[in-house]
């Protein structure tokens, strides 16, 4: 089996390429990534030896480059992680999403077309479906909510999700779609909530929360991902949606006053700044369906994941710290400088 993973060098996508490698020895796994800011090139370090992998450096808006890499690879099979992903980001600038998420997706599903496939999967997200009023805790998110996005972000996850439909329905293509809940644990960039929340209370920095912190969202163990994508491009039905969540809501303030406490930090390091526009309440997801049609259920309890995930970045500091103290920095600088407290 060849199997074309892109955005392998991100947070999901490469832990999705050391659960498969380790899994299936004789797979060949094949990493299209841009290497964008997201994207670290020393995250596949551990698998960089393997004969069974290899790297390539590619946009997958480039049609020439993935072309070329179909011709030479003869994928079986395609799973697309690459995307811009932080709402944050695609607020201050939705171009390059609507560029990556949605165009990237459609010429990869022209070259699945062009060269034959079993499947195109596409990993997207819970944010399709737009939020959850906090006063509804008996409401979840199912495969037939209607699509209801709030940002650029989660509109060009949500047009990509359309177009992958398209392509089945009108070319036939076997796709697969999985949306999942926030995921959480080793590789995750320090943008994010919980990284960076890692990173600034190690550094004794503040920790910014939005708002009063009371947004939801459903937490869900990187590797627990991994396994039900796994299960769906072997077993998932094609043409068909799968949710994928943690069942593990929380507030974002219950996390943050948890990673103080995991790492003997005062909570007077949190500091509430202005909110994020058009910020989602909660996200909760019903995984009724993969679990019925492929016996998948979310393995890690949230008080060991957040153990291993503190502990992999307490281990791991290198990784990290590099990545702080370069170009994100600006970013950060940009985004939280000029926020103020709220
Ligand atoms: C970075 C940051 C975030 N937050 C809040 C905003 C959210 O309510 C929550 C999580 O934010 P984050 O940006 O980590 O993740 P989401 O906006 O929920 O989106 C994430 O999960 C979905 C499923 C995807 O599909 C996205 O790709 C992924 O980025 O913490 C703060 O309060 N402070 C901060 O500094």
Redesign the pocket.
């Known amino acids: 089996m060849n199997i074309i993973v892109t955005g392998g060098a991100g947070f999901i996508g490469s832990n999705f390429v050391f659960h498969m490698l380790k899994k299936y020895p004789d797979y060949r796994i094949i990493c299209l990534d841009k290497l964008t800011y997201a994207g670290n090139l020393s995250t596949l370090a551990p698998v960089m030896d393997n004969p069974n992998f290899r790297f390539v450096k590619a946009d997958i808006c480039d049609r020439e480059a993935v072309d070329k890499l179909f011709e030479e690879e003869h994928p079986d099979i395609v799973v697309n992680f690459a995307?811009e992903?932080?709402?944050?980001r695609s607020i201050e600038d939705p171009g390059i999403f609507l560029q990556t998420n949605i165009i990237g997706t459609s010429v990869l599903m022209d070259a699945c077309r062009k060269y034959g496939i079993q499947r195109y999967h596409q990993v997207?997200?819970?944010?399709v479906y737009g939020d959850l009023p906090l006063d509804r805790p008996d409401l979840f998110f199912t495969e037939e909510t209607p699509i209801h996005t709030s940002?650029p972000?989660?509109s060009s996850?949500a047009a990509a999700d359309l177009l992958v439909l398209a392509y089945h329905r009108t070319y036939g293509l076997p796709v697969t779609i999985s949306r999942?809940?926030?995921?959480y644990g080793p590789y995750h960039f320090p943008?994010?909530?919980?990284p960076?929340?890692i990173a600034n209370a190690l550094a004794d920095k503040p920790?910014?929360?939005?708002?009063e912190?009371l947004?939801?969202?459903?937490w869900l163990y990187v590797e627990d991902h991994c396994k039900a994508i796994d299960l769906i491009i072997h077993n998932g039905r094609v043409g068909e949606v799968y949710n994928v969540g943690g069942h593990n809501e929380k507030q974002?303030?219950e996390?943050?006053k948890i990673i103080c406490k995991e790492l003997g930090k005062p909570e007077s390091l949190i500091t509430h700044?202005g909110d994020?526009k058009g910020?989602?309440m909660r996200?909760a997801i019903d995984p009724t369906k993969i679990h019925n049609e492929l016996g998948w259920l979310p393995e890690t309890k949230f008080e060991d994941g957040i153990k291993k995930t503190i502990q992999w970045y307490l281990d791991n500091r290198e990784w990290w710290e590099t990545i702080i103290s370069g170009e994100y920095q600006n970013y950060y600088e940009k985004?939280?400088g000029n926020r103020g407290e709220a």
Do not use: W
Request: charged letters at 25%; aromatic letters at 10%.
């Open positions: 995307a992903s932080h709402v944050d997207s997200t819970d944010e940002s972000y989660s996850k999942c809940s926030n995921n943008e994010k909530l919980i960076l929340m920790l910014p929360v939005y708002g912190g947004n939801v969202r459903d974002n303030i996390i943050v700044v994020r910020h989602d996200y985004m939280y």
